[in-house]
């Protein structure tokens, strides 16, 4: 059965710690994503990530960067935590498209607060 | 730009009742097009998804959606919602064999007993 799994459904931080949330697929999926999730916005993608080592900024990158050592690991990290990233935080990931859009699978997500 | 939007936030139905959630999107090419589902607390799960081909697309749940390109529409339908359908609804657009996708607001559903 498909799986992607979060290091932690609930995180309490404080201003300007440095965080690291973690995602792990069993896929060998190439493609993994983070998005942000908050209300009345929908998800919008922070970074995403098609290779080992390789990323490419999402919408919204201010803030976070990222990490992929590994293949079946994606990690998103917030330098300096701020309040205005008190948010819900999803991974996904999918293999390549063979000419069609394959299925994005998502993770149960992290509730990040920032106090 | 690509852009999807749901322009009903909150919908609530009664048990049984049909329902429709509505969903535009903005894309230049073929789309492919996908609704998701929200669980309390939990991530997103696939209903259904459309490429190509016939425009009526059967998902998980008994949830269907149907593919009008003149309207650039791909409206959710269920013909008797239950309870355990109350959750949060996402539509998305899919941008091309990267995997991204562009999500729009959701759609969060109340079901009345």
């Known amino acids: 059965d498909v799986k992607v799994t979060q290091s932690s459904r609930y995180l309490v931080k404080r201003t300007g710690e440095k965080v690291f949330l973690e995602c792990v697929q069993d896929?060998?999926?190439?493609?993994m994503f983070w998005y942000r999730q908050d209300p009345g916005l929908g998800l919008r993608l922070i970074y995403f990530s098609y290779d080992v080592k390789m990323k490419e900024k999402g919408d919204i990158p201010e803030g976070y960067s990222v990490s992929r050592e590994k293949k079946e690991r994606f990690s998103l990290i917030l330098e300096s935590a701020s309040t205005n990233q008190t948010s819900m935080y999803l991974c996904?990931?999918?293999?390549?498209?063979?000419?069609?859009?394959?299925?994005?699978?998502f993770g149960p997500g992290t509730r990040l607060l920032v106090l | 730009a690509q852009s999807v939007t749901q322009p009903d936030i909150h919908i609530t139905v009664s048990e049984g009742a049909s329902l429709e959630l509505r969903c535009n999107y903005s894309y230049g090419a073929t789309p492919y097009l996908f609704w998701y589902v929200q669980s309390p607390g939990q991530g997103l799960q696939l209903l259904l998804k459309y490429f190509s081909g016939d425009t009526l697309v059967q998902g998980i749940k008994g949830f269907e959606a149907e593919f009008k390109r003149s309207q650039s529409s791909f409206n959710l339908r269920k013909p008797s919602v239950h309870w355990s359908d109350a959750a949060e609804y996402f539509c998305?657009?899919?941008?091309?064999?990267?995997?991204?996708?562009?999500f729009g607001q959701g759609t969060t559903l109340q079901v009345k007993p």
């Open positions: 896929m060998d999926h190439e493609n």
């Open positions: 996904a990931s999918t293999s390549p498209g063979q000419g069609v859009q394959e299925t994005q699978y």
């Open positions: 998305a657009v899919g941008t091309g064999n990267t995997g991204k996708l562009i």
